[in-house]
């Protein structure tokens, strides 16, 4: 049985950790710690840990990085949309860990490699779109 919303937010969105100003993304507090709610509800109710959702996150955050350096329309539309996946699992991991209990340090580990290989592969991946077309290759010097 899956759980109530108000039973989730109490556990997996305290308000010492809503509360804080600076370990959130600011989308977090807008809007999707809202969404993530809905996305933990149900995820509870799967096999899925933690730690495999933080993984999916990299995976599509890196997805959205690489789709990134599309020059089209439709290509910045699903860099878009994959930066929102990509910020609603981050949400949702933390969540489903503190709803099962499975919070640690390697959590938290794989959770701030994510955050700094995939917001690096994102400005990197803008950097050669913004070169893109330029023989010079600059870009991929450094």
Not at 64 to 76: G, N, Y
């Amino acid at each position: 049985m899956r759980p109530s919303l108000t039973e989730l937010r109490a556990v997996a969105q305290p308000p010492s950790l809503t509360g804080r100003t600076s370990a959130e993304h600011w989308a977090g507090k807008l809007y999707m710690r809202r969404l993530s709610l809905h996305a933990t509800r149900f995820l509870v109710g799967t096999p899925v840990s933690a730690n495999t959702l933080t993984g999916l996150m990299i995976l599509v955050g890196l997805a959205a990085a690489a789709v990134a350096t599309v020059p089209t329309l439709w290509a910045a539309l699903l860099t878009v949309i994959g930066i929102q996946a990509y910020l609603l699992l981050d949400c949702s991991d933390g969540e489903v860990a503190r709803w099962r209990g499975t919070t640690g340090p390697v959590g938290v580990y794989l959770d701030r490699l994510g955050h700094y290989v995939v917001e690096a592969a994102l400005i990197a991946a803008i950097g050669l779109r913004a070169d893109a077309g330029h023989p010079a290759g600059w870009t991929l010097l450094g």
